[in-house]
């Protein structure tokens, strides 16, 4: 992957759904609640087929949860993630959320850099609050964060 490549990413709309839980799974990221419905808010890159990241949202009102974001090993490192996430973030903002929301288990930093802060679970919107990711799917030792669109 060049550095061109990775600087003007093509991101496509509602990636295949076996292709979604097999990299969200490869990552070690939840995927058991997904079914086709789901994927209207999921962007990818690379082939339909075989993407080189992805990122999903849960859309709320106002409110979302960025619920999935991976990059496949070997297209780490050019910031395809980061990619990923402003273009989400601009998705987002575009069908009128304010506030992005996340649990994450290990990218806390990753997030940070981009802007979002750690709050408390108690801190999140009842929406999310009420969301399976976050009453089931990830544990309570996982970082809540936001961020105001």
């Known amino acids: 992957m060049s550095a061109s490549v990775s600087s003007s990413p093509i991101i496509s709309a509602r990636p295949l759904l076996h292709v979604t839980v097999a990299l969200l799974e490869s990552a070690g990221l939840p995927a058991c609640d997904l079914g086709p419905e789901h994927l209207e808010h999921f962007l990818y890159c690379g082939a339909a087929e075989a993407p080189t990241g ?3 949202l849960e859309m709320y009102g106002a409110d979302a949860l960025l619920r999935s974001l991976v990059v496949t090993p070997a297209a780490r490192e050019f910031g395809l993630g980061s990619a990923l996430v402003v273009h989400a973030e601009s998705y987002a903002r575009s069908q009128g959320v304010r506030a992005m929301y996340l649990l994450t288990k290990a990218a806390e930093r990753f997030f940070a850099q981009r802007g ?4 408390t679970r108690a801190a ?5 609050q009420a969301t399976r990711e976050f009453r089931q799917l990830c544990p309570d030792s996982a970082a809540l964060m936001a961020k105001t669109l």
């Open 54 to 56: 992805l990122i999903g």
């Open 124 to 128: 999140a919107v009842p929406a999310i």
């Open 116 to 119: 979002y802060q750690r709050i």
